[in-house]
């Protein structure tokens, strides 16, 4: 019997032996694919979280230099911000609190860069999107027109088309185009939620293109409708 098991095993050791001589070195190169990608995963979520937590500190940097208003150093930790973790949310939130600063500091040249550069480069289309926006608003300060049109144009996030609507017919009625201006106004009214307050700004701008929106007449109506009986 037990020369029999022998005989068993040593078969099996030889049928073991053919194998790994014909494919040893695919199921070697296997194994090493293998720990190379779970050892390429852990690093890359290790150096997601380093780089995070690294992007927050400065973050925090910057917002307490943008609440001392100084502008000098806003615009400096934001310049290492986005050279060094560009790709974060940090750089993007970041590159919209220094372009306030900014803004609010009178150096404009300054801001329209930097939101130029999170227009362009964030990651997320909403940072984009409130970017294209803020910047179509200097543009439209320093009657630069056709260039805050066309910021507007590229601000495509989903949910922002009723202030992009709202923007857009701004910078129409300074090109001296109402009836475009109010067709504009009318989307973004019609867009927005009657809940938001903003809102009524916009109906403020239709009435006075004497535009103003049929329920929100009625509205008026019905008041003064009160007042009198009152």
Request: net charge neutral; glycine share 6%.
């Amino acid at each position: 019997m037990a020369t029999h098991l022998d005989l068993e095993e040593q078969e099996q050791l030889d049928a073991v032996k053919q194998f790994w001589k014909r494919h040893g070195n695919l199921a070697t190169w296997l194994l090493i694919a293998a720990l190379v990608a779970y050892s390429g995963w852990t690093g890359w979520n290790w150096w997601q979280r380093e780089q995070a937590t690294q992007a927050s500190a400065m973050f925090d940097e910057l917002d307490k230099a943008a609440q001392a208003a100084d502008v000098d150093k806003v615009a400096r930790v934001f310049g290492d911000l986005k050279a060094r973790y560009p790709k974060t949310a940090f750089a993007q939130q970041g590159g919209l609190l220094a372009a306030k600063v900014q803004a609010e500091k009178g150096r404009t040249d300054a801001a329209q860069a930097t939101l130029d550069w999170v227009g362009t480069n964030a990651t997320e289309t909403e940072y984009r999107t409130i970017a294209r926006l803020r910047l179509a608003g200097l543009l439209l300060d320093n009657k630069k027109y056709d260039e805050a049109l066309k910021q507007l144009d590229a601000a495509s996030a989903a949910g922002f088309e009723p202030l992009v609507a709202d923007r857009r017919g701004d910078v129409l009625m300074a090109q001296g185009k109402p009836d475009d201006a109010k067709a504009s106004y009318t989307k973004a009214w019609q867009g927005m939620d009657a809940r938001i307050e903003y809102r009524r700004l916009i109906e403020a701008k239709l009435a006075a293109l004497g535009a103003a929106p049929l329920t929100a007449t009625v509205a008026a109506d019905a008041a003064a409708d009160t007042g009198a009986v009152k």
